[in-house]
């Protein structure tokens, strides 16, 4: 017996080892997610449902939104061995410059009803990343005041608005900023039908009621940083236009009347003419408007289907990124936007020839879970696993990565 105690003791000694209390209560919470799934669970418990439900959800019935993350899962790898792993770069290029590894932070609206350093946080972090940001022209921080934070690459996202002084201006101002690209949506004539939204009568900024009181009780810390921060509004066009955000709007019906449904290529002529750089459109969803962009003289195609949010039949982004590289790659970029959450999706898209890829929602989960930190996490996340996925895959550099490494299991 007496000599049971001690080797139990050793034992025990060699066996239990307690992790170092985190008391940073944002570190914490960053250290128990495993994935950007995670993160969405965490940033739907910690968001008003329906902050949550704007960011998070899709158009009418969200088949496209779902098909965008499930057609990812439905191609699997074609992995080689033996190919000496010792060192994987996922070094790319977008639009001509080097990147660490290719992937853009997407333009993403009213972006501070996630966290009150919104776009500001967003753009830091892909500084820091070596990435390329992009502000939306909905964003809740104006060209100025990203480009006071950021010396990093960015891109300015525009809507194509009825009022043709306002666009010219919002496109010049963002050239006087330093922002080095312009990329034009297209797929928003109308707004798409968000039926989460319409539940819940949801309004950008988000209307103060009896529900949203009742929610801000049990979500005291984003109810109190959204209640001191400064008030929001759509921060490019603030001044410019009768509704530009400081007050509480259908999303809907501002777009409608805001946006010029009568956009048309030779208005992407136009826009073309006030910019000194490279242009894109984001929204192609077919083969032959991307090569109709090639015919145009762009620059490239964000492949797009606006996160589900619009069409709800639309095309999964990642089924057309083969068929338009077989058509336009090496003349475009052709940048895959929608649904990918893993850093095995960003090696799919690249094998089948996407020049890079776009994060919206991953990082909007990022923002609303841990603020700047969390943006940074899944940067890190994704960069990660991309270069994991590549050396599993048997690919030590992105111009390795082929269709031969990947199959369609449909």
Same mark, same amino acid.
């Given at each position: 017996?007496?000599?049971?105690?001690?080797?139990?003791?050793?034992?025990?000694?060699?066996? /239990?080892?307690?992790?170092?209390?985190?008391?940073?209560?944002?570190?914490?919470?960053?250290?128990? !997610?495993?994935?950007?799934?995670?993160?969405?669970?965490?940033?739907?418990?910690?968001?008003?449902?329906?902050?949550?439900?704007?960011?998070?959800?899709?158009?009418?019935?969200?088949?496209?939104?779902?098909?965008?993350?499930?057609?990812?899962?439905?191609?699997?790898?074609?992995?080689?061995? /033996?190919?000496?792993?010792?060192?994987?770069?996922?070094?790319?290029?977008?639009?001509?410059?080097?990147?660490?590894? $290719?992937?853009?932070?997407?333009?993403?609206?009213?972006?501070?009803?996630?966290? $009150?350093?919104?776009?500001?946080?967003?753009?830091?972090?892909?500084?820091?990343?070596?990435?390329?940001?992009?502000?939306?022209?909905?964003?809740?921080?104006?060209?100025?005041?990203?480009?006071?934070?950021?010396?990093?690459?960015?891109?300015?996202?525009?809507?194509?608005? @009825?009022?043709?002084?306002? /666009?010219?201006?919002?496109?010049? @101002?963002?050239?006087?900023?330093?922002?080095?690209?312009?990329?034009?949506?297209?797929?928003?004539?109308?707004?798409?039908?968000?039926?989460?939204?319409?539940?819940?009568?949801?309004?950008? $900024?988000?209307?103060?009621?009896?529900? *949203?009181?009742?929610?801000?009780?049990?979500?005291?810390?984003?109810?109190?940083?959204?209640?001191?921060?400064?008030?929001?509004?759509?921060?490019?066009?603030?001044?410019?236009?009768?509704?530009?955000?400081? *007050?509480?709007?259908? /999303?809907?019906?501002?777009?409608?009347?805001?946006?010029? $449904?009568?956009? #048309?290529?030779?208005?992407?002529?136009?826009? @073309?003419?006030?910019?000194?750089?490279?242009?894109?459109?984001?929204?192609?969803?077919?083969?032959?408007?991307?090569?109709?962009?090639?015919?145009?003289?762009?620059?490239?195609?964000?492949?797009?289907?606006?996160?589900?949010?619009?069409?709800?039949?639309?095309? !999964?982004?990642?089924?057309?990124?083969?068929?338009?590289?077989?058509?336009?790659?090496?003349?475009?970029?052709?940048?895959?936007?929608?649904?990918?959450? @893993?850093?095995?999706?960003?090696?799919? !898209?690249?094998?089948?020839?996407?020049?890079?890829?776009?994060?919206?929602?991953?990082?909007?989960?990022?923002?609303?879970? !841990?603020? =700047?930190?969390?943006?940074?996490?899944?940067? =890190?996340?994704?960069?990660?696993?991309?270069?994991?996925?590549?050396?599993?895959?048997?690919? #030590?550099?992105?111009?390795?990565?082929?269709? =031969?490494?990947?199959?369609?299991?449909?």
């Amino acid at each position: 017996m007496r000599i049971v105690v001690p080797m139990v003791i050793d034992t025990l000694r060699s066996v /239990l080892q307690f992790r170092r209390i985190e008391f940073n209560a944002t570190k914490r919470r960053l250290q128990s !997610a495993a994935s950007i799934e995670d993160l969405r669970r965490m940033a739907r418990r910690r968001l008003p449902g329906g902050v949550f439900d704007y960011i998070d959800g899709g158009a009418e019935d969200e088949v496209a939104l779902d098909r965008n993350t499930r057609a990812f899962r439905e191609l699997e790898f074609v992995p080689r061995v /033996l190919r000496d792993m010792g060192s994987v770069d996922t070094t790319g290029t977008i639009l001509g410059g080097e990147v660490p590894f $290719p992937l853009i932070l997407a333009p993403t609206g009213f972006t501070r009803i996630a966290d $009150p350093a919104g776009e500001l946080a967003a753009a830091r972090a892909a500084e820091r990343a070596g990435l390329p940001y992009s502000l939306s022209t909905m964003g809740t921080r104006s060209v100025e005041e990203v480009a006071a934070v950021c010396g990093g690459a960015k891109w300015f996202q525009v809507y194509v608005w @009825r009022d043709r002084g306002l /666009l010219k201006d919002m496109i010049l @101002r963002a050239a006087e900023a330093g922002f080095e690209v312009l990329c034009i949506t297209v797929d928003a004539a109308m707004l798409g039908r968000r039926e989460r939204d319409v539940r819940r009568g949801f309004t950008l $900024p988000p209307k103060v009621g009896l529900g *949203t009181l009742m929610e801000a009780m049990i979500r005291p810390s984003w109810s109190l940083r959204f209640a001191f921060s400064e008030p929001m509004s759509f921060a490019n066009v603030a001044g410019n236009t009768d509704i530009d955000g400081t *007050t509480a709007v259908d /999303l809907a019906a501002f777009m409608n009347t805001q946006f010029d $449904p009568t956009l #048309s290529w030779d208005d992407v002529e136009w826009m @073309r003419s006030l910019w000194d750089g490279p242009v894109l459109i984001k929204g192609v969803q077919s083969v032959a408007d991307a090569q109709i962009a090639r015919a145009s003289g762009l620059d490239g195609v964000v492949l797009s289907n606006h996160g589900g949010r619009q069409l709800d039949a639309a095309p !999964a982004v990642i089924d057309l990124v083969e068929p338009v590289a077989e058509k336009v790659g090496g003349d475009l970029d052709i940048v895959c936007d929608g649904g990918v959450r @893993r850093g095995g999706d960003i090696v799919k !898209a690249l094998a089948l020839g996407a020049t890079a890829c776009m994060i919206g929602r991953p990082y909007l989960y990022g923002l609303a879970v !841990a603020g =700047e930190q969390g943006v940074d996490w899944v940067i =890190e996340h994704l960069h990660t696993s991309m270069k994991r996925d590549m050396a599993l895959c048997g690919a #030590s550099s992105v111009a390795e990565l082929t269709p =031969e490494l990947v199959h369609r299991t449909r």
